[in-house]
């Protein structure tokens, strides 16, 4: 089983929004997050798909990264485009397959968002 405890997350939401200047960040805060619905531990079996939402205070317009941590060690991650739907003001969702980035499905242990 995966366990992912938003008590111990690292980054709320990771949510690293470009510019030209690769370093640069927007000024984006993301509220609410959530995981499978719920904002307590989410206990999930490895490979199962889980539904990460949260609640942006305006939009993205230079675009949006979603990724899963553990540790400091990135396991999946997701790119918008400024304009994509996800990275709109107000309650949005994405979903992770459970994989990591090369298709693997993740182990059991905490994960970060």
Same mark, same amino acid.
């Given at each position: 089983?995966m366990?992912?405890?938003l =008590?111990?997350?690292l980054l709320? !939401? +990771?949510? *690293? +929004?470009?510019?030209?200047t690769?370093? *640069?960040?927007?000024n #984006?805060?993301? /509220?609410d &997050?959530r995981?499978n619905n $719920? /904002? /307590?531990n +989410?206990?999930n079996n490895?490979g199962?798909?889980?539904?990460?939402?949260?609640?942006l205070?305006?939009?993205?317009s230079? =675009? +949006?990264?979603? /990724? #899963? !941590? %553990?540790?400091?060690?990135? &396991? @999946?991650s997701?790119n918008?485009?400024g304009? *994509?739907?996800e990275?709109?003001? =107000?309650?949005?969702s994405v979903t @992770?397959?459970? !994989?990591?980035?090369?298709? &693997?499905? &993740? $182990?059991?242990?905490? @994960?970060? %968002?």
């Amino acid at each position: 089983m995966m366990f992912m405890k938003l =008590g111990s997350i690292l980054l709320a !939401l +990771l949510i *690293a +929004l470009t510019s030209p200047t690769p370093t *640069a960040l927007a000024n #984006v805060l993301a /509220t609410d &997050v959530r995981l499978n619905n $719920t /904002t /307590t531990n +989410l206990v999930n079996n490895p490979g199962d798909p889980v539904t990460i939402s949260y609640r942006l205070n305006e939009n993205a317009s230079a =675009g +949006l990264t979603i /990724t #899963v !941590l %553990v540790h400091t060690n990135e &396991v @999946w991650s997701t790119n918008f485009a400024g304009g *994509a739907t996800e990275t709109f003001k =107000g309650v949005r969702s994405v979903t @992770w397959n459970g !994989l990591d980035n090369s298709g &693997v499905p &993740v $182990t059991k242990g905490f @994960w970060a %968002v």
